[in-house]
């Protein structure tokens, strides 16, 4: 049977905890399949021994000026290389920019069926069966790729980090990239607003229930000033435009875990639990009773946001004197 290649990704020189979730599934599936990974980047050789010994298994290296920083045409060619070398028929990845953007392009190289942002995956009868949620986090759909070749991106968070050892040893692969089709240039760091959720003990956060940027100053804000706390949002509340990204919660924002969080009109799909469900005690307003965030409250208010807000934002003024 072919390997799993698990595409490990690194954050300021170590091994990010998505490559370790990613580890975690493809351990789950591998019945007679051999895991094995590819680490890429520059100065990565320590950090590809750890991966080896920790989940990864056989570890292919590219360690080099041109795989520093992400590039979707080294990575590619790279990510090839080694399941050319590992023999491997599927190919994980975790749901990041970088590996939504590279994922399509390795599916297509690679003639494998391709399937993204699925928050689970089993074994059945030696086929792997992926589930991602569809229609909103309503529904969840099963997957079953009909192809030989598979790419599947998965969603940080979504398991806990493998914690099991392997004994793995790393590869250096050597890649002549050739003359490339885009290069890196820099990373430009988005001006602060001087707003740190990470710092804040109560937030208050507003999701696209919240339905109008105006709503913001006049519903979530006031009740986060009340509670001495800080306003947050979900991702397409940031994505519209109604605030700016520092705002964000979740697993392409903050990750916070106040002593209280106040979720305002959000579902609480996966990637924005990931970025809360570490606080002491959560309180979710949502109107639909079966929304997902209620599985992480400790406390929950099946109500009209626009009533329970305000009329909560009086009553600790109130307290407050
Ligand atoms: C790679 C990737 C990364 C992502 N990163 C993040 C991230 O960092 N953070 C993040 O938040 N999301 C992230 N997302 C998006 C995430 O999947 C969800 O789409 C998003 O969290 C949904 O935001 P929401 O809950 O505000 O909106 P929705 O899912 O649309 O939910 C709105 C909720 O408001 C409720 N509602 C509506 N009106 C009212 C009312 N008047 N009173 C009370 N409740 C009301 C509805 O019942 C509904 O549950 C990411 C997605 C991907 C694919």
């Not at 590619?76 to 590996?99: R, Y």
């Not at 409250?297 to 009209?304: E, F, I, Q, R, S």
Request: aromatic content about 6%; proline content about 5%.
């Amino acid at each position: 049977m072919g390997a799993i290649l698990i595409v490990a990704e690194l954050q300021n020189g170590t091994i990010r905890e998505a490559s370790y979730e990613l580890a975690s599934f493809a351990h789950k599936i591998a019945g007679d399949r051999p895991v094995k990974s590819i680490v890429l980047g520059q100065d990565v050789a320590g950090a590809a021994e750890t991966f080896a010994s920790k989940g990864g298994g056989d570890v292919c290296l590219v360690d080099g000026e041109t795989t520093a920083n992400y590039s979707s045409d080294a990575y590619k060619q790279a990510i090839l290389k080694a399941v050319e070398a590992t023999d491997a028929e599927i190919v994980l990845l975790s749901n990041t920019p970088s590996g939504w953007d590279v994922a399509p392009r390795l599916a297509v190289a690679m003639d494998a069926a391709f399937v993204s942002d699925c928050f689970d995956v089993s074994d059945e009868g030696g086929k792997p069966v992926f589930l991602r949620r569809v229609f909103n986090g309503k529904l969840d759909a099963r997957v079953v790729p009909n192809a030989e070749r598979i790419v599947a991106t998965m969603q940080p968070g979504a398991t806990a980090p493998y914690e099991g050892s392997t004994s793995g040893s790393v590869t250096a692969l050597d890649i002549d990239f050739g003359s490339l089709g885009a290069r890196f240039v820099e990373i430009r760091t988005a001006e602060s607003k001087g707003v740190d959720l990470t710092k804040a003990d109560v937030i208050v956060s507003g999701g696209r229930g919240v339905g109008d940027p105006e709503k913001f100053p006049e519903v979530i804000q006031p009740l986060a000033d009340a509670l001495g706390g800080a306003m947050g949002a979900s991702r397409p509340v940031v994505d519209a435009g109604w605030l700016p990204h520092e705002y964000q919660v979740g697993s392409s924002g903050q990750v916070v875990t106040p002593k209280l969080y106040i979720a305002c009109g959000i579902s609480g799909a996966i990637q924005h639990l990931v970025g809360m469900k570490g606080s002491n005690f959560i309180i979710a307003i949502n109107k639909d009773g079966d929304a997902p965030i209620f599985e992480v409250a400790d406390l929950g208010v099946v109500a009209d946001l626009f009533e329970v807000v305000p009329a909560l934002t009086d009553a600790v003024k109130t307290a407050k004197g």
